[in-house]
């Protein structure tokens, strides 16, 4: 259910494509906006999805930029892969 939510929202908040720069291990990894939300949406698991729809529509509660945490989450996906 997440899944369909998250989609939504992302949908819905159009917004603009970012590339994300992530230093880790003395490399820079270009990470794009566009390219993380698809793996939100279509990768992560309902549980982590759970978190991330919480933690995006409280920021956009509050009127924050949701690509503060896409950044953040960006950064973990660099450090966990690379």
Known sequence: MSKKKLKTFFDEKELEPRTFSISHNEKVHMVESDFLIN?????????????????????????????HFLEHLAKGYVVNNF
Request: aromatic share 4%; charged share 30%.
């Open 39 to 67: 793996l939100i949406v279509n990768s992560t698991p309902e549980h982590e999805q759970r978190k991330i729809l919480e933690k995006i529509v409280a920021i956009d509660f509050k009127n924050g930029d949701v690509n």
